[in-house]
């Protein structure tokens, strides 16, 4: 995975636990709308962080030339 990438999805995990702090602040606060909201779009972006990266993996995979392992 390029350094860019690993930089993004670092960007990514940051702001995926910052929804989750603040989904957790609205339960506590009893804002039972803006909690479930929060919580759905962390978990949305937690998916399609994972697609996406499975599918850079897969990619620089698939470019990467293979190796014969030597005995």
Do not use: C, D, W
């Amino acid at each position: 995975m390029s350094k860019t990438a690993k930089l993004v999805y670092f960007f990514v995990a940051i702001l995926t636990m910052a929804l989750l702090a603040g989904a957790s602040l609205a339960m506590a606060q009893n804002r039972a709308a803006l909690s479930v909201t929060l919580f759905v779009v962390s978990f949305a972006l937690i998916a399609v962080s994972f697609i996406v990266k499975a599918r850079i993996l897969a990619r620089s995979a698939e470019s990467t030339p293979h190796r014969k392992r030597e005995a």
